[in-house]
């Protein structure tokens, strides 16, 4: 009986023993998976490429298998084995959405953890010619663009800087626009502008594309200065204009009405296409002498038309009264037509042709008998030279019309 507890018991024994060792070699085989890999995010990216980072998992023997698919079931995918907690896929298409995710593992027990959360990802667009990228409206401060869509991009970024001053440039990040008011410029200014198309992700990954669309562009000018008028002789049916060019303008308008003193009606108006400081005009509605009056703006060129800035003041101008002399006793008589809009006008004489005019007296009337040149009287034989200039009041100022051409009789 002894004989069989001291059997039993050893049998007991072998058992438990066989118990334990087993319990040993499942514990070895059920290795702990890494952790799950936190934090991906997209950190770079071009038309053919993107690249991807994670936090570290910090544990030992860890590799990553980074999976990239163009659907987020991941049915087909591309995989690549990173050592650290970074990697980039080439070899993509441009302007398009992938998905990623990571799962860290344990390279010598080859024990996976979960995968990541899925990443969508995105390559950057390629620039295209048919944005049509242009500028469609200005201030004097400000720059409106307009663009086309990029098929491939979901935003834009728009770079400027005032032309030949590159190292200083602005950056702005758009949504999913197609035009944009640049403001605060720099008046008078010219801009060169530069629009890359963008690829953006749900995370806030912008793409920007290597290629872009350029224009320059300019806000309005400013007001015109400077301006004067005036015709080469009482006869002439052109009228000469000239101004302060604006630096920047791509042409010029004006406007001429009459300055009566009832109702001004305008005359003239038109175009002056280049950015010059000068400009003849002839017409056959400049024949008459009367007081007219003149305003300038210089403007821009765009593809919506001409954007023209602020106008000059008016300024008041006339031909020269033409004028008949004959000699009366004690003087010579000078008579002239009325200059229509006019206030006065001013009598000069001179003894020279081209220089040394004086005063002799500025009337209302339209004639006049002159029997002193200065100071001393008119003397028989002697040649005198005449000008008669029309003259208006508007507002404080005076204006006075042209004084080119002069009329001359020998006294008698």
Same mark, same amino acid.
């Given at each position: 009986?002894? !004989?069989?507890?001291?059997?039993?018991?050893?049998?007991?024994?072998?058992?438990?023993?066989?118990?334990?060792?087993?319990?040993?070699?499942?514990?070895?085989?059920?290795?702990?998976?890494?952790?799950?890999?936190?934090?991906?995010?997209?950190?770079?990216?071009?038309?053919?490429?993107?690249?991807?980072?994670?936090?570290?998992?910090?544990?030992?023997?860890?590799?990553?298998?980074?999976?990239?698919? !163009?659907?987020?079931?991941?049915?087909?995918?591309?995989?690549?084995?990173?050592?650290?907690? !970074?990697?980039?896929?080439?070899?993509?298409?441009?302007?398009?959405?992938?998905?990623?995710?990571?799962?860290?593992?344990?390279?010598?027990?080859?024990?996976?953890?979960?995968?990541?959360?899925?990443?969508?990802?995105?390559?950057?667009?390629?620039?295209?010619?048919?944005?049509?990228?242009?500028?469609?409206?200005?201030?004097?401060?400000?720059?409106?663009?307009?663009?086309?869509?990029?098929?491939?991009?979901?935003?834009?970024?728009?770079?400027?800087?005032?032309?030949?001053?590159?190292?200083?440039?602005?950056?702005?990040?758009?949504?999913?626009?197609?035009?944009?008011?640049?403001?605060?410029?720099?008046? !008078?200014?010219?801009?060169?502008?530069?629009?890359?198309?963008?690829?953006?992700?749900?995370?806030?990954?912008?793409?920007?594309?290597?290629?872009?669309?350029?224009?320059?562009?300019?806000?309005?000018?400013?007001?015109?200065?400077?301006?004067?008028?005036?015709?080469?002789?009482?006869?002439?049916?052109?009228?000469?204009?000239?101004?302060?060019?604006?630096?920047?303008?791509?042409?010029?308008?004006?406007?001429?009405?009459?300055?009566?003193?009832?109702?001004?009606?305008?005359?003239?108006?038109?175009?002056?296409?280049?950015?010059?400081?000068?400009?003849?005009?002839?017409?056959?509605?400049?024949?008459?002498?009367?007081?007219?009056?003149?305003?300038?703006?210089?403007?821009?060129?765009?593809?919506?038309?001409?954007?023209?800035?602020?106008?000059?003041?008016?300024?008041?101008?006339?031909?020269?009264?033409?004028?008949?002399?004959?000699?009366?006793?004690?003087?010579?008589?000078?008579?002239?037509?009325?200059?229509?809009?006019?206030?006065?006008?001013?009598?000069?004489?001179?003894?020279?042709?081209?220089?040394?005019?004086?005063?002799?007296?500025?009337?209302?009337?339209?004639?006049?008998?002159?029997?002193?040149?200065?100071?001393?009287?008119?003397?028989?034989?002697?040649?005198?030279?005449?000008?008669?200039?029309?003259?208006?009041?508007?507002?404080?100022?005076?204006?006075?019309?042209?004084?080119?051409?002069?009329?001359?009789?020998?006294?008698?």
């Amino acid at each position: 009986m002894r !004989e069989a507890w001291k059997n039993f018991k050893l049998c007991v024994l072998a058992a438990a023993c066989v118990l334990l060792l087993g319990v040993g070699v499942s514990t070895e085989a059920s290795e702990p998976a890494p952790a799950q890999v936190q934090k991906l995010e997209q950190i770079g990216g071009n038309i053919s490429s993107v690249k991807i980072s994670w936090n570290a998992v910090i544990e030992d023997n860890i590799r990553y298998k980074v999976e990239l698919s !163009e659907t987020i079931g991941f049915s087909s995918m591309r995989s690549e084995i990173a050592k650290g907690p !970074e990697t980039t896929f080439a070899g993509l298409s441009a302007g398009k959405d992938y998905y990623v995710r990571v799962s860290a593992f344990n390279y010598k027990t080859n024990v996976y953890g979960k995968p990541s959360k899925t990443l969508k990802v995105v390559t950057a667009p390629e620039g295209s010619s048919t944005q049509d990228f242009r500028q469609t409206d200005a201030g004097t401060a400000s720059i409106t663009l307009k663009w086309n869509k990029n098929q491939r991009a979901n935003a834009y970024q728009l770079e400027y800087y005032k032309s030949g001053d590159g190292n200083n440039r602005k950056i702005i990040r758009l949504e999913d626009v197609r035009t944009y008011t640049v403001k605060r410029l720099a008046r !008078e200014t010219e801009y060169t502008f530069r629009l890359y198309p963008v690829r953006k992700s749900a995370s806030g990954y912008r793409a920007v594309s290597g290629t872009y669309s350029a224009i320059y562009g300019r806000p309005v000018p400013g007001k015109v200065t400077g301006l004067t008028a005036v015709f080469s002789s009482p006869s002439d049916t052109k009228l000469n204009l000239s101004w302060n060019k604006r630096e920047h303008a791509d042409c010029y308008q004006y406007q001429i009405y009459t300055a009566s003193r009832k109702k001004d009606k305008k005359l003239l108006t038109g175009k002056i296409g280049i950015n010059g400081s000068s400009q003849s005009l002839s017409d056959n509605k400049l024949q008459k002498a009367q007081f007219l009056k003149v305003r300038i703006r210089g403007g821009v060129n765009l593809s919506s038309g001409t954007k023209y800035g602020v106008w000059s003041g008016w300024l008041y101008f006339s031909k020269q009264p033409e004028i008949s002399i004959k000699n009366v006793r004690g003087g010579q008589k000078l008579n002239w037509k009325k200059v229509p809009g006019a206030d006065s006008y001013t009598v000069k004489i001179s003894q020279e042709k081209r220089s040394g005019y004086k005063k002799v007296q500025t009337v209302s009337r339209t004639s006049i008998t002159v029997a002193k040149c200065g100071k001393s009287a008119l003397r028989s034989g002697k040649t005198y030279y005449y000008t008669v200039v029309a003259n208006k009041k508007a507002g404080k100022k005076t204006y006075h019309g042209s004084k080119t051409h002069c009329y001359s009789l020998v006294y008698r």
